[in-house]
Every structure is written in C-alpha cells, then in structure tokens.
C-alpha cells in the first residue's frame, strides 16, 4: 500500500526536491502551499505523515502543529510531523516540539536524514 507523505511548504525549489526525492523511494507526497490547506488536506486525506515548514505565507508551523495536535479528528492527534525549517536559532527545535512536532530538522535538508527519519515514521506505523 502507497504511504501519503503530506508536505506543507511554500517554497517551490524545496517543495519540487523533497517530492522527488520522496517519490523515488515510493512514496505519494500530497502538496500544500500554506498553512490552512495543510490542515484541510490532513483532514480530508489519509495522511500518514506530515514534513511542515515553519515559516509559512498565512499561519506558521508552530500554529499549524498546534491545530493538528488539537484536532477533533482523532487520526491528527497522532499523526508524525516532522519540521523542516530553516529556522536554527537556539530554542527553535524547542519551540517546535513543544507546538506538538516530533521531530525537528533544519536546512537545507539533507537527503540522507530525510529519508532515515521519513521511514522510521512510516515503516512504524504500518
């Protein structure tokens, strides 16, 4: 069975380098520009990870992890989220597993981390 990865980035260059690299391991990466149809594709799709940018053009991260661990949809509550910022001032990884992140990665992204942490959630949760 085909794992949804969804990535909630605004940035093109990364948004095209993350779903190639994704779909050549086999994986469907569901795409959101922004912060607000993140969460309406979490909520609308079988999502079975989520890669959230931090800074985002109408919500952050931050809120978008909160909303998703305070979800009504039970399955949002648990899902993986891993940040992928290029925020990397002391106390951000902090900042970020508090709002509910399990995992906090800076860029640019390294590949091999990506795909090591990518599979550790997703091969965990079949």
């Known amino acids: 069975m085909e794992k949804n990865i969804l990535y909630i980035e605004d940035n093109p260059d ?38 959230l940018d931090i800074n985002l053009p109408d919500i952050d991260g931050y809120e978008v992890a909160r909303r998703l661990r305070a979800s009504e ?16 001032l002391k106390g951000d990884a902090e900042k970020a597993l508090e709002a509910g992140c399990d995992v906090y990665m800076s860029k640019p992204i390294n590949i091999r981390e990506l795909w090591a942490r990518v599979e550790a959630y997703v091969e965990s949760t079949q």
């Open 14 to 51: 990364n948004m095209m380098l993350v779903k190639r690299v994704l779909q050549s391991r086999g994986y469907n990466v569901l795409e959101a520009k922004n912060g607000m149809d993140g969460l309406r594709i979490a909520n609308d799709q079988e999502v079975d990870l989520i890669l």
């Open 73 to 88: 949809n039970h399955k949002l509550v648990y899902i993986p989220i891993i940040a992928v910022t290029a925020n990397a």
